[in-house]
């Protein structure tokens, strides 16, 4: 739906392991993504049974949230990076369609 | 190690010949000892041995490092197999070396001059690995070609019917035709630079890093000295031939430019004291060539024993980069102020060396002197300047005091050099230089000299700036030669060019560029992240195989790596004796490790480790690092030209390259495409290209945490674009692309079928039953009592100590539960107390983090001084520390300074050194720890706000179970270590405090719970603390065995408890002294010695092993330490504190399994892995390590980057090991369903507990009953009776 006054957008949200953020992240800045939120220490259930949030002295495991909002032109190799990258890896990619009202600032 | 012992009273009695032949010297001149007289055809010589002051000299000065490095050799290659090897090459080095300094002839000199060589090769080969081997016979080729030149020297002059005697050689010269002279003066002179390392026979130098560190020792401070040894004793003959000497002038100075330049590029150690050793030796063969003979035997003397210190000295070269960590900052004073500063001092300098010369302190040789004397100057004012300006915050008259004593230094350099050139004028005939053009030679030859050293400073000066990027990419290719003759290519015969291809054409689209990335970062997940020797902390090396069981992962890396894929059945059996379970019968030895060594696949690894390196570099090399801003492949990628593809044989190869774009993940892509390699195989391809480097793999990829770079795909880029590049050059290396290493079957992923690796596990299930059963026995029949209620309540105890889970705390928590029984009680915790902090120095701008890897430091510590007069002396003394060790190496990098440092400093750094190899430990000479303890100038001030402190208080305690019942003093107890001239410090340090010590954690945990205002939140938190309970910290040295309470502010100490306490730790680490030191080889058979033997071992500088750290480790325990006091676990079990009781909600024991026991977990794969393959998973031994960049060690001139624990941190010998390649054992004590839940909400956890890597066994509180884990929610019981010799545990029924 076309919002006046707004640009399309595409909205991605990541669930990966706390180890796996590194690679995520230098794949969306290698993709021209100009920012994404991170958050650690989530919990949840699924596949794998529960996971569980942020640990008292270990940063490096349990799983993390990552969401981006990006021009369309981007989701290619974003999409193409991570469906190799889930072939061997737990974790989900969600994309959406969204409007923002400031399209430069999301363009690198 | 017999044969060292020999070689050490060998050096001893040499010690004393040169010393009476001193004596015999000064008292009544030179004298001789002949067996004969040959004569052939009118030429003759003496069979014997000559003595005059200036071989007496000579003798003395090889004699005392013939005993240095025999003494350091005999302790540092305790446990070597190959040690018995070298002790008949040191002697008869030392020998052939007395010999060519005492012979009455030339042939006697002739047959000295070659055994020393010969000697010296078998010294570097000693050690008889293929690199040693193949290293020592290029380098006795070359010196048998040099050898080759001084006897045909000796064979013209018998043909001439010369008197070959030393004693005649002045008239011997005076009877030569002029052609003749200057045959017999060019080759004496050609063999001279040939084993003096001159340009250009230089290479072969640097190569030698290959030696053990003693025999680098040796090679530096003594046979390199020939050109300079056979001037001296043969200058009759060189003086004949001016022109021979001009021109030997000249290669010095070249030298000197070549390998300064050189030397200024290299990141390693031990490189850059090889390519400094050419330099130095150039500024000999200068002084030679100059006419100055005197010069260059205070040269040969001074630089022989200022190298070999350095060379043995050489494992401390990462302290500069924790010191300057540690050190205030400095603030540099303006540039103009130092020009203005460098005019007064060098006016100063000049006029000393004016008046030296005027008043004929010094005798004039003509203008030569002028520029001998020069760099003499410049090394004061270089020192000067930088100590009266680095920082501008050091008081002015500690900066004036510094200044003065290097004027000082050169005021006595000129003393001893005119002293020394005054006394051999009646024995040396003086140069007397021709005209050439009307023109003196000797300053025509001068001049050129000084030309080529101030174009020398200059190119230095302009690289330093960042300039000249060429010669800095020449300099670090040019040091060393290729080592297989395919990849020897002349630069004349290049292979055919390559075309560059056109990029453009091959579309990178986004998905095939993020397709790659996501390969790539499949195949680098498979190298674990390392961290550099600063914080040395255990890593699982094949952490990335977690997903495998332990066996199939050591296959897999097999396969990847070239790694061995099971444990030495021989080091299985030694330990299976040491048990009451019966042994196998002997059976083959595990194969060897078989790396390819494919032409190709060397030429790549050389270039990336060789670029790596110096593009990572901390500190090392002078010129500093190599585009450290950008990535590895964008910063390769400026090396490239024309000199990048001479060396590396393939014309266009650059411009093949440098046509990719400058994105990794595209190059990639189209590189992979030209390969070849389908999606599919990229993955294997990649993993096998980064396994070939998997150190410096794993070091890029803790480098890069964190950022959007990712330099491992850099790397790959880098690796698979030159060898792109390369086949394009040359079709036919198209084969060596896809190289798989072995693929038999003992590293195939499936089941082992050879004899040994069956032969290896059977052994290993043994060993594991022998090490598991008794452990499990007493822990069940302890909790049997403790579910029976039969342990009685005991009363409070005066004191609690809580120490590291490390298991090294065990053995002294158990004596001091020993020696203070009903008094003293023990608790494990992780070191850093639950306090992740970043501890920084007074006025230090950066600081250590003091946590495990697993966290970042939230907040900063620093350290503080009450008093403001003791604060300014504190800050004052580290800044004059910092001052001189800038100073120092300012001068020693510079390009004119290094010479006269080495004259000067060398004979007290060789006499500080034979005090510290003569007397390890003891006196004033003893060398400074590498990590002093971090106890801190005074107190510490926490950036913690008051809810941070609560919170972390209540944590530490509620994880360890201190929930109540509280001593009446409570001892937190960081723990350190004190080693020296060591690497590997950081790994005998607290693991859990990022390998430091951990007594700020502990001061700081204590400074929470000294705190009314964090007790009385505690209290509203359900933890009530006695109010007549006192906190304390104390810092346990786990090399010295000693223990140390520290201050914390506002606590009160009842002194008759601490008093008390103190006396019981006094009883206590003597016995853990006399227990660990039994283990220790060399250590004293007197048990009342240990004490002392283990505090003087930690400071011995030749000791490889200071202490056993962690090795033995094998099983953890979460529990009651009820449970475990009643059995000596021998400090093999991590021991960590909990009670089930006060963790209903599992909390606690999550943190417990998600961290303590995941770091006990890396620590024990990483000592399984160095037993499994010393080599391959370690680092290899100790002996030839070389410290690279700061960062980590290689072994040897090149190669990977060796981020792993060395073979003396495992192994006994080649055939016994202290440790036991055992995977973990952990044992909790606790509800089964507690741990199931917290296990299934962790894949970590699954992966660890399912595939063997840790053995899970809950004992439940209730009826002691026993469970293993055996997959996700599933567990089996244990029962009484049911282990078997074939594996520890043998489930007999699922729960």
Known sequence: MEHPGLTPMVKIEVVVDASDVDFVERLLAGEGVSGWTAMPGISGFGHHGRSEGRLLFNERTGPTMLVAVLAPEHLEGVVEGLRVFFSDHHGVLFVSDVSVSRPDYFRS | MRSLQRARLASWGLLAAASAAVAGVWLGGSFAVSAGTVRWSGTSATLGVTVDAVSAALLLFVSVVGLLVASFAERYLDGESTADRLGLPLVGTLLGTALVLTAASLPVLLVGWVAAGLALCSAVGHRGDPTARSVASRTRRILLAGDALLALAVVVLAVRGADLDRASLTETAQGLDPVTAAAVAALIVAAGLVRSAQVPFHRWLPETAAAATPVSALLHAGLVNGAGILAVLLWPLLVAAPGVLAVTAVVGAVTVVVAGLQMRARPDVKGRLACSTSAQMGWMTLQVGLGVPAAALVHIIGHGLFKATLFLGSGSAVEPFLAHRDQPVASGESGRHTAVVGLGVGLMAGALTVVAVASEVVPWHGPSTVLLLGAAAVTSVVLAVQALTADRALQTGRRVFLAAGSLLALAGYLLVVGAVDRSLSTTVPALDWPDVLGVDLGLLVTVLVFALLVTGVTLDAAARRGRLLRLRVWALRAALPPRTARNRTPFWRTRRGVLPADHATEQVTPALRAGVRARANAAAELFVPTWGLDSFVATNPLGGLVHLPVDEALRHAARLRGTRPYASPEILRRALATTSVPGADPGDRVPAAVASTSALAQLVDDETTVFLAAWSDRGEAPWGAFGAEVGPWVAWRRTLGPGADRALGARGLSERVLALPDRADEALAIVAERLGLSADEQVEYFAQSLGRVAGWTSQLARQGEHATRDDVLELL?????????????????????????????????????????????????????????????????????????????????????????????????????????????????????????????????????????????????????????????????????????????????????????????????????????????????????????????????????????????????????????????????????????????????????????????????????????????????????????????????????????????????????????????????????????????????????????????????????????????????????????????????????????????????????????????????????????????????????????????????????????????????????????????????????????????????????????????????????????????RWAMIEHGSEDASGALAPVSAA
């Open chain 2, 717 to 1273: 880029a880098l690796r698979s674009a030159l060898v792109e590049a390369l086949v394009a050059a040359d079709p036919s290396r198209g084969q060596e692309v896809i190289d798989r290493g072995p693929d038999d079957a003992s590293t195939s992923s499936s089941a082992p079928s050879d004899p040994a690796a069956v032969e290896a596990a059977g052994l290993l299930a043994a060993l594991t039953h022998a090490r598991r059963e008794p452990l499990l026995r007493h822990l069940r029949a302890a909790a049997e009592e403790q579910a029976a209620g039969a342990v009685p309540a005991s009363p409070r105890p005066d004191v609690d100590v809580v120490m590291c889970i490390d298991v090294r705390s065990e053995l002294l928590r158990r004596e001091l539960e020993s020696v203070g029984a009903g008094r003293i009680r023990t608790l494990g915790f992780a070191g850093f107390f639950g306090v992740p902090l970043r501890h920084v120095r007074l006025d230090a701008a950066d600081g250590s983090a003091q946590c495990p890897v697993l966290l970042a430091p939230r907040n900063d510590v620093s350290e503080e001084v009450d008093d403001p007069a003791r604060r300014a002396r504190v800050i004052a003394d580290r800044r004059s520390q910092a001052t001189r060790s800038d100073a120092w190496h300012t001068a020693e990098t510079g390009q004119l300074s290094p010479f006269a440092l080495a004259e000067v400093s060398g004979p007290f750094l060789a006499a500080a050194a034979l005090a510290r190899t003569l007397a390890p430990g003891r006196g004033r000479w003893a060398p400074t720890p590498s990590r002093p303890g971090q106890s801190g100038a005074g107190s510490l001030e926490a950036g913690f706000s008051e809810d941070e402190r609560v919170y972390l208080a209540e944590a530490a305690l509620r994880t360890m179970g201190m929930v109540d019942d509280f001593a009446r003093l409570v001892v937190l107890t960081g723990h350190t270590s004190t080693t020296v001239n060591n690497p590997f410090a950081a790994g005998y340090d607290c693991g859990a405090c990022g390998g430091n010590g951990g007594s700020v954690n502990a001061r700081v945990l204590a400074d929470f719970l000294t705190s009314a205002t964090v007790r009385a939140r505690l209290v509203e938190r359900g933890l009530v603390i006695p109010a007549d309970t006192v906190f304390a910290a104390a810092l346990h040295d786990t090399t010295r065995d000693t223990v140390t309470l520290m201050p914390t502010r506002g606590a009160v100490l009842d002194p008759r408890l601490v008093s008390r306490f103190e006396s019981d730790l006094a009883v206590a680490t003597a016995v853990v002294a006399r227990r660990r030191s039994s283990s220790l080889p060399g250590s004293p058979p007197d048990p009342a010695l240990a004490h002392r033997h283990v505090a003087r071992r930690a400071l011995d500088w030749a000791q490889v092993r200071p202490e056993w750290g962690l090795a033995g480790n094998h099983a953890f325990v979460a529990g009651p330490r009820a449970l475990t006091s009643g059995m000596d676990l021998s400090g093999r079990v991590f021991l960590h504190s909990y009670r089930h009781e006060s963790d209903p909600e599992g909390a606690a024991l999550e943190v417990i399994l998600t961290a303590p026991l995941v770091v006990a977990q890396w620590i024990n794969a990483q000592y399984l892995a160095t037993t499994v393959d010393p080599d391959g998973f370690g680092s290899g031994s100790k002996t030839v390590h070389n410290v690279v960049g700061r960062l980590g060690v290689m072994a040897g001139a090149r190669g990977d980057l060796r981020p792993a624990l060395p073979r003396q941190a495992v192994l006994v010998d080649d055939e016994t090991a202290r440790h036991e390649p055992l995977p973990l054992l952990a044992v909790v004590h606790a509800p089964t369903e507690r741990v199931d839940s917290i296990v299934g909400r962790h894949g970590m956890l699954q992966d660890l507990c399912g595939n063997g890597w840790v053995t899970l066994v809950v004992i439940d509180p209730g009826d002691a009953t026993m469970r293993q884990y055996v997959g996700p929610g």
